[in-house]
């Protein structure tokens, strides 16, 4: 088998749905499986994964096990060559994995693979390609000058070597997962994709980035700014540094004081939406439903003509691929302010976010 999917899901049924329809688009011509892990969700998600996704393999863990762990529990019955550690939170085009395996049988010594990621507005997020973390680079990062924490010398659509990937999307052999012995399951929730990619390094293993490949991570749906996310965020750069770092006092002290004062001023995500102006669907008939639903006249258009600000656009996946898609969201203008929001085929909802930091919005459509 050439690809196992390593997906681990966590009360996001909806945008679980989107991505794994994202993801059995892209795999129908290789030699692969999708496992879901799921870390004992409350919502509706091993339901929805049993009805419409029979053959997706799916892990019932009986307690939230965090990230490392969940990770590692698929992986364990993975039979493929490679693996992609895969966010519920995520959309990949038709022919984002054909594209990427490509590139990586034509490497000489590969380590992990990752691509550009955008959020559900288009914008590039950085932390796409980012530098290990030692304790310069953290330093500046906790003080607010994160330049150094990314690699800014790649540009997001080149393909070079970049130490660190989000573990939202990475690639690798099983042989080399194996061999650095996969995600270090002291780490519950954040740097454990930093831990891998560096144990990846030190094995002697080149990281690439490859630009050129684009997927969507809503982001929001993971990362929330709240004070549970200072504390492991920056007691997870503690457990990093204290692994494979000499001891520094400055470095301590500056993480004590990130977990202090972030418990203390960083205030739980909210919500957030704008109100659009206007509503433009891109499909080949209006629905009514979507009417009914956003309690707004809509305009259809069969294709993206043009980005106007304060619009919300609504992709139809019924007639625009996945590819065209994340295309129209990367094409957005610099400082435009239209709004994206996704009808995935067959489905009853639509679906977006208006920022990575916020969590998103599910919309459903009904009859009644």
Same mark, same amino acid.
């Given at each position: 088998?050439?690809?196992?999917?390593?997906?681990?899901?966590?009360?996001?049924?909806?945008?679980?749905?989107?991505?794994?329809?994202?993801?059995?688009? %892209?795999?129908?011509?290789?030699?692969?499986?999708?496992?879901?892990?799921?870390?004992?969700?409350?919502?509706? *998600?091993?339901?929805?994964?049993?009805?419409?996704?029979?053959?997706?393999?799916?892990?019932?863990?009986?307690?939230?096990?965090?990230?490392?762990?969940?990770?590692?529990?698929?992986?364990?019955? %993975?039979?493929?060559?490679?693996?992609?550690?895969?966010?519920?939170?995520?959309?990949?085009?038709?022919?984002?994995?054909?594209?990427?395996?490509?590139?990586? &049988?034509?490497?000489?010594?590969?380590?992990?693979?990752?691509?550009?990621?955008? &959020?559900?507005?288009?914008?590039?997020?950085?932390?796409?390609?980012?530098?290990? $973390?030692?304790?310069?680079?953290?330093?500046?990062?906790?003080?607010?000058?994160?330049?150094?924490?990314?690699? *800014?010398?790649?540009?997001?659509?080149?393909?070079?070597?970049?130490?660190?990937?989000?573990?939202?999307?990475?690639?690798?052999?099983?042989?080399?997962?194996?061999?650095? @012995?996969?995600?270090?399951?002291?780490?519950?929730?954040?740097?454990?994709?930093?831990?891998?990619?560096?144990?990846?390094?030190?094995?002697?293993?080149?990281?690439?980035?490859?630009?050129?490949?684009?997927?969507?991570?809503?982001?929001?749906?993971?990362?929330?700014?709240?004070?549970?996310? %200072?504390?492991?965020?920056?007691?997870?750069?503690? #457990?990093?540094?204290?692994?494979?770092?000499?001891?520094?006092?400055?470095?301590?002290?500056?993480?004590?004081?990130?977990?202090?004062?972030?418990?203390?001023?960083?205030?739980?995500?909210? #919500?957030?939406?704008?109100? $659009?102006?206007?509503?433009?669907?891109? +499909?080949?008939?209006?629905?009514?439903?979507?009417?009914?639903?956003?309690?707004?006249?809509?305009?259809?258009?069969?294709?993206?003509?043009?980005?106007?600000?304060?619009? @919300?656009?609504?992709?139809?996946?019924?007639?625009? *691929?996945?590819?065209?898609? #994340?295309?129209?969201?990367?094409?957005?203008?610099?400082?435009?302010? +239209?709004?994206?929001?996704?009808? $995935?085929?067959?489905?009853?909802?639509?679906?977006? *976010?208006?920022?990575?930091?916020?969590?998103?919005?599910?919309?459903?459509?009904?009859?009644?």
């Amino acid at each position: 088998m050439k690809l196992s999917v390593i997906i681990l899901n966590y009360n996001v049924r909806y945008f679980l749905e989107l991505c794994l329809k994202s993801v059995q688009a %892209a795999l129908v011509d290789i030699d692969s499986e999708i496992i879901v892990v799921d870390n004992l969700s409350s919502d509706d *998600s091993c339901n929805m994964i049993k009805t419409l996704f029979p053959k997706v393999k799916l892990i019932q863990n009986k307690e939230n096990s965090g990230f490392s762990k969940g990770n590692n529990i698929g992986v364990a019955q %993975a039979k493929g060559e490679y693996l992609c550690i895969l966010n519920p939170d995520t959309v990949v085009a038709e022919n984002t994995f054909q594209d990427l395996l490509r590139f990586a &049988d034509q490497q000489s010594n590969l380590g992990i693979l990752g691509c550009r990621l955008i &959020d559900g507005q288009g914008r590039f997020l950085p932390e796409s390609k980012r530098n290990v $973390p030692g304790p310069l680079v953290a330093i500046k990062k906790m003080l607010g000058f994160p330049k150094s924490y990314y690699v *800014s010398d790649l540009d997001e659509k080149n393909v070079g070597n970049a130490p660190v990937f989000v573990g939202a999307f990475m690639i690798m052999s099983k042989e080399i997962y194996n061999q650095v @012995e996969g995600f270090d399951e002291d780490y519950f929730m954040y740097g454990e994709d930093v831990d891998i990619s560096y144990k990846v390094e030190q094995a002697g293993y080149n990281n690439i980035y490859n630009g050129k490949i684009t997927i969507i991570h809503y982001k929001g749906e993971s990362t929330l700014k709240n004070q549970i996310y %200072a504390k492991r965020f920056y007691g997870a750069m503690q #457990i990093f540094y204290d692994k494979h770092f000499k001891s520094n006092v400055v470095f301590d002290t500056l993480v004590w004081f990130g977990i202090k004062l972030g418990a203390i001023f960083l205030k739980p995500s909210e #919500i957030t939406h704008t109100n $659009p102006k206007h509503y433009i669907l891109i +499909a080949t008939e209006k629905n009514t439903l979507i009417e009914k639903a956003i309690q707004h006249n809509i305009i259809c258009h069969p294709q993206m003509v043009s980005y106007e600000n304060d619009t @919300e656009y609504i992709l139809d996946n019924n007639h625009l *691929s996945f590819k065209s898609i #994340i295309e129209i969201l990367s094409n957005t203008p610099k400082n435009c302010t +239209a709004t994206f929001k996704i009808l $995935p085929k067959n489905s009853n909802f639509i679906i977006g *976010s208006n920022s990575s930091k916020t969590r998103g919005a599910v919309i459903q459509l009904s009859n009644n």
